[in-house]
C-alpha cells in the first residue's frame, strides 16, 4: 500500500540548468498538489490537478514553473532555468477526492541550486 | 484570505508530560477544516488530526486531540504524555475555502522538543 511517492529526494542543479520534480500519488488518488517549503517556513500552495487538467495554479510562479498530471504517468513539476532562490524542498500531495479527505503528502525533493 | 498563526517558535517539554501546541486561524468562510502536520527531522509531513468546522466534538487520535474553540477561532493540539519520537516540526493548516479544493494555508510551525 505505497504512499505518494517522489522522486528524486535529493536534486542538485546549477544555475540556469532545469529540473524535472516526479511525483506519483497514492492508489486510487486523482487530486495532486504541489507545495514548496523554503528553509524554516511552513509550506506553501502552488498548484493543484487533475488528470490532464490544472485546476488551480494560483500559487504558481508566473515565469519557468509548469505541473503537468498526463493520463499516464506521474505528475511532473518543471523549474526552467533554476536561480538559487528556487532552492526549497518540494512537496507533493494527493486526495482521493476535493473533499474533506486528508492530503497525504510524499517525502518531499529537496532541490539545491548552486 | 485565511491565515494562520502559530505564535511559539519552539517548545521544550519533559518527556511523558503534556503539551498543548498553539494555532489561531482567521477565516470568513462557515464551511472549513482545520489540520495538524508533524514534520521529523527526516522531513516527510505526517498527517496527524483534522477536525472540521462543523464538527460538534474535538478530534482525537490516539494521544492527538485538538482543542477547537470556535468562537475564538483556535484549534491548538494536545498531545497527552510526550515521548522522545515526538520531537519535531508541528504545522496547523486550514484548507481554503474554495469549494471542491484542497489547498492547505499553512502556519509558520512550531519546533517541539521533548527532553528525556
Known amino acids: 500500500n505505497a504512499g505518494v511517492m517522489q522522486n528524486p529526494r535529493h536534486l542538485v542543479r546549477r544555475r540556469g540548468q532545469e529540473a524535472r520534480l516526479r511525483c506519483s500519488p497514492m492508489?486510487?488518488?486523482?487530486?495532486v498538489y504541489w507545495y514548496r517549503q523554503l528553509p524554516e517556513e511552513g509550506l506553501k500552495f502552488m498548484v493543484y490537478?487533475?488528470?490532464?487538467?490544472?485546476?488551480?495554479e494560483s500559487g504558481m510562479p508566473k515565469e519557468r514553473f509548469s505541473a503537468e498530471f498526463p493520463k499516464e504517468g506521474p505528475s511532473i513539476l518543471r523549474i526552467q532555468q533554476v536561480v538559487r532562490g528556487d532552492s526549497a524542498a518540494y512537496f507533493c500531495?494527493?486526495?482521493?477526492?476535493?473533499?474533506?479527505?486528508?492530503?497525504?503528502f510524499g517525502n518531499g525533493t529537496r532541490l539545491t541550486v548552486t | 484570505a485565511q491565515k494562520i498563526t502559530q505564535t511559539q517558535p519552539g517548545m521544550f517539554v519533559q518527556e511523558k508530560e503534556a503539551v498543548t501546541l498553539d494555532c489561531t486561524y482567521d477565516?470568513?468562510?462557515?464551511?472549513?477544516?482545520l489540520f495538524w502536520y508533524k514534520q521529523p527531522s527526516s522531513g516527510e509531513m505526517i498527517f496527524l488530526i483534522y477536525?472540521?468546522?462543523?464538527?460538534?466534538q474535538n478530534a482525537t487520535e490516539g494521544r492527538y486531540s485538538l482543542n477547537f474553540q470556535k468562537a475564538r477561532k483556535s484549534a491548538n493540539l494536545v498531545i497527552s504524555a510526550s515521548q522522545l519520537g515526538d520531537s519535531a516540526m508541528y504545522f496547523c493548516?486550514?484548507?481554503?475555502?474554495?469549494?471542491?479544493?484542497?489547498?492547505?494555508?499553512f502556519g509558520q510551525g512550531t519546533r517541539l522538543t521533548i527532553n528525556p
Open positions: 500531495a494527493s486526495s482521493r477526492d476535493s473533499n474533506n479527505s486528508p492530503l497525504h
Open positions: 492508489k486510487g488518488h486523482s487530486h
Open positions: 490537478l487533475q488528470k490532464e487538467n490544472i485546476i488551480d
Open positions: 477565516t470568513s468562510d462557515q464551511s472549513y477544516g
Open positions: 477536525q472540521g468546522s462543523y464538527d460538534e
Open positions: 493548516a486550514m484548507r481554503d475555502g474554495i469549494q471542491g479544493a484542497q489547498k492547505l494555508v
